[in-house]
C-alpha cells in the first residue's frame, strides 16, 4: 500500500476495474468467515483492488476509509478487499470503508454503503455518515444541510459553523421483530430491560434500531465488565438473528450516559453513532435519562436528542479528516 501527500491529484477507483470484479467475487463467494491477512494474499483480491484513491476520517476515533464513487453504481471493490483496507497491520486500518455513491432519489445529493472492517456490510453508520458529510462536501459544492441515501433510508446532516455535524437520524424503531430480535416484547411490542444470558453472565437488554440492531445493557460500573468475552457472546447470540451492536451503558446522571461498545462486525471500537441514538432511546424506555443528553465514549462525547414532538433522534459530533492515500497492494 502507498499513501501519498493530500496535494498530489487524486485517482478515482475507475469502473474498468468492474468487469476484473467478477471472477473474483465467484471465487470469494466459496471463502467462508473473517479472511485472514495471509488470504487476502490470494490474486483475485490484489486484482479487485489494485489502486482505490481513499481519504481516511475518524469520528471520535471510530474511524473509516472513504472512497468517492460518485461515477460508479456499486462499491469498486469486494468485502474481502474492504476487510483487507481495514486491517491494521497489513492494510490501511479502520473500523469501515464508506463509499460515495450516486443517489437514490431525486432530492439527495449522494448514497452511502459501508462495509464493516469484517467485510460484512450494515445499512447504517452514525459516525460515519458525519465523515462521509464532510468528505462529500470537500468534493463537492453543497447546502449546509443535505440529503444522504442509506440502506436505512434517507438521512440528513447539517454541517456546522466549527466542523461537527448535526445529523436528523430518524426516528427509532422499537417493534421487537424488527429490529430484529426474538427477545420477550412487552405490551407495546418492545423489548424492554429483557432477561438474556451470554458467557455464563445474566443481563437486561433494551433492544431498538436506528436502522441497525442495538441492544442497550445498563450496568452499575462499565469497568468490572468482562467487555471481552461478553460482547462477542452478545453479538452472535441466538436471539439476534442478524446479530446485534452490544453497548454497556453507565449512568452517571440524568443527562450524562456512558458507554462501551462491542459492534458487530467490527468488534471494540471507540465510538458508534448508531449506538448512542439507541441507548438514549433505551434509557428513556427505562426511564433512566431524560430525552436530551450527553453520551461518553471511549473516543469522546456525543450530545443525542430525542425530539418529543417528531420522536425523531438527532444526533451532534464531531468528524475529522486524517490523510489522504492510495490503496495499492503490492503483487
Ligand atoms: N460505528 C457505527 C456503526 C457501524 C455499523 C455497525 N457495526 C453494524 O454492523 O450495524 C456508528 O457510528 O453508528
Known amino acids: 500500500m502507498e499513501c501519498e ?9 475507475t469502473p474498468e476495474a468492474l468487469p476484473m470484479l467478477v471472477p473474483c467475487i465467484a471465487s470469494l463467494a466459496f471463502s467462508v468467515g473473517r479472511p485472514s491477512p495471509r488470504q ?23 474511524d473509516f476509509v472513504l472512497v468517492d464513487c460518485r461515477e460508479l453504481d456499486a462499491p469498486p471493490v469486494t468485502p474481502e478487499v474492504a476487510a483487507a483496507m481495514c486491517d491494521r497491520n497489513f492494510g490501511v486500518g479502520g473500523d469501515g470503508v464508506i463509499f460515495a455513491l450516486p443517489p437514490q432519489q431525486p432530492e439527495s445529493m449522494c448514497s452511502m454503503r459501508i462495509y464493516n ?9 452514525g459516525n460515519g455518515i458525519r465523515c462521509l458529510a464532510r468528505f462529500f462536501a470537500s468534493l463537492q459544492k453543497v447546502e449546509p444541510t443535505y440529503t444522504i441515501d442509506t440502506l436505512a433510508g434517507p438521512i440528513r446532516p447539517t454541517l456546522l459553523p466549527d466542523g461537527a455535524v448535526k445529523v436528523d437520524m ?10 430484529p430480535t426474538t427477545l420477550p416484547v412487552n405490551d407495546d411490542g418492545v423489548v ?9 453472565a445474566d443481563f437486561r437488554a433494551t433492544c431498538v434500531s436506528m436502522g441497525n440492531p442495538h441492544a442497550a445493557i445498563f450496568v452499575d460500573d462499565l469497568d468490572a465488565l468482562d467487555f ?21 451503558v453507565q449512568v452517571l446522571s440524568r443527562t450524562h ?42 473516543g469522546g462525547d ?30
Open 5 to 13: 501527500a493530500s496535494s498530489k491529484k487524486k485517482k478515482k477507483a
Open 40 to 62: 487476502h494474499a490470494f490474486p483475485c483480491v490484489r486484482m479487485a483492488a489494485e489502486e482505490v484513491a481513499f481519504t481516511k476520517y475518524h469520528g471520535l476515533g471510530n
Open 117 to 125: 472492517s469484517d467485510g460484512s456490510e450494515p445499512e447504517m453508520c
Open 170 to 179: 430518524g426516528e427509532p424503531i422499537l417493534d421487537g421483530p424488527s429490529v
Open 192 to 200: 424492554v430491560a429483557a432477561p438474556i444470558s451470554a458467557a455464563g
Open 228 to 248: 471481552e468475552t461478553v460482547g462477542p457472546a452478545l453479538e452472535s447470540h441466538p436471539a439476534f438473528p442478524a446479530k446485534c451492536n452490544i453497548e454497556f
Open 257 to 298: 450516559l456512558r458507554m462501551k461498545v462491542w459492534e458487530r462486525g467490527a468488534g471494540p471500537t471507540l465510538a458508534c453513532g448508531t449506538g448512542a441514538c439507541a441507548l438514549l432511546v433505551a434509557a428513556v424506555l427505562e426511564g433512566r435519562a431524560e430525552r436530551a443528553a450527553t453520551v461518553s465514549l471511549p
Open 302 to 331: 456525543l450530545f443525542i436528542e430525542w425530539h418529543e414532538g417528531t420522536n425523531r433522534i438527532s444526533m451532534t459530533g464531531p468528524a475529522l479528516r486524517v490523510f489522504d492515500g492510495t490503496y495499492r497492494p503490492e503483487q
